[in-house]
């Protein structure tokens, strides 16, 4: 677990070591009550003002990352404020990395050419945003709301479609929601409640896994697929397979996990994409010859991409000062080490390490 800052980089120092820490943080590096480095052992080790790391603390605190208790130090909180997954942040920047490789850039060409970018850098989402969620069953308002706040660095603000109209004349109305979402079916009734307030609204779709995509593309020719869902999206689904094209398989239809509609389905497909919630009654009425593909579903990325490029748009933009050369590597140092001597400036470990 190493911190390392570098002046040379548009990125103000502040901002590196703010997201490094948060990073640290959300990966386990400090785990929850754990105590970070004093402002002085951080400044020291990194060669940085006092001041700056203070600043960076203060960061932290009001982002919900740590908690400053009087004669103690700063401990990391004991819950995390919601943020996009580190694996899939990790996940994105691995495949930009690749990507620029292929094209004959390096890591560094690809970050001097994202800051450079037209001399602009639109802000980030920022965190704790508040985001309407609307829809017409608890079981989907869940769904949305766990796929949302795993890609963005949202608070979802969870409505039933039938309580709509009497939460948005409550006397706070809808100043504090950023964005609006709801899934296709819902779009015309939840643009008509909220339109008259401002409130962009972006329609959400359901789809099926590249894995699960990758699965049917390898059945044989002329193979009979439907889809089975406990959910009200089962159809949303269907149409992301048939958008895939895959010219191997045929689809039959697709249904709700509860009724007789089911039963019928079985009985026509060799194929049943479904809902790890719908299996077991899949697999009951379905046939030993009928394959079962589990497939949770998955928010198509373009609904969020286009959440996201909203709530940037509402931020507006930000330019940043480049720095002089400074970089410095910190290694934090675990519970009951003694601490480094204070003209340590390097990444050199103190005495008895």
């Known amino acids: 677990m190493n911190l390392q800052v570098d002046a040379r980089s548009a990125i103000p120092i ?65 819950a995390l404020p919601a943020r996009p997954s580190p694996a899939l942040r990790q996940r994105f920047l691995r495949e930009m990395v690749i990507q620029a490789a292929a094209r004959g850039m390096t890591a560094e060409d690809l970050a001097i050419g994202v800051l450079s970018l037209a001399g602009i850098r639109p802000a980030a989402v920022p965190e704790g945003v508040e985001v309407l969620l609307v829809e017409c069953s608890e079981s989907e308002i869940e769904f949305f709301a766990r796929e949302l706040e795993a890609h963005l660095p949202v608070r979802i603000d969870k ?38 307030k401002g409130i962009p609204v972006i329609a959400l779709l359901a789809a099926a896994h ?6 049917l593309a390898q059945l044989p020719s002329g193979t ?38 089911l039963g019928r389905l079985v009985r026509r497909v060799d194929v049943i994409v479904c809902s790890s919630s719908a299996v077991a009654r899949v697999r ?11 497939d949770d579903r998955a928010l198509d990325p ?18 940043r000062p480049l720095r002089a050369p400074l970089r410095r590597r910190l290694s934090p140092r675990p519970p009951g080490r003694p601490r480094p001597s204070r003209g340590a400036t390097n990444g050199e470990t103190a005495p008895g390490k």
């Open 14 to 78: 502040r901002r590196q070591l703010t997201e490094q820490l948060k990073h640290l943080i959300e990966g386990g590096g400090f785990p929850p009550d754990h105590p970070l480095p004093s402002i002085r052992e951080l400044a020291g080790f990194l060669g940085i003002n006092p001041n700056t790391v203070a600043r960076v603390i203060e960061d932290l605190q009001r982002s919900g990352y740590v908690d400053a208790r009087r004669g103690k130090g700063v401990f990391v909180a004991p």
């Open 159 to 196: 409505v039933l479609l039938s309580k709509l109209a009497t939460v948005t004349k409550r006397p706070e109305g809808a100043a504090r929601w950023g964005a609006a979402v709801t899934s296709f079916g819902h779009l015309p009734e939840v643009q008509r409640l909220l339109g008259r």
């Open 210 to 215: 590249l894995e699960t995509l990758q699965r």
């Open 224 to 261: 009979r697929v439907g889809v089975v869902s406990a959910a009200e999206t089962a159809h949303d689904v269907e149409h992301s397979i048939a958008n895939a094209g895959l010219p191997n398989i045929a689809l039959v239809g697709a249904c709700h996990s509860e009724g007789a509609a």
């Open 284 to 294: 009951r009425l379905a046939g030993a010859t009928t394959q079962v593909i589990i």
């Open 302 to 319: 373009r609904a969020i991409e286009m959440l996201a490029t909203l709530l940037v748009k509402q931020t507006g933009d930000s330019s």
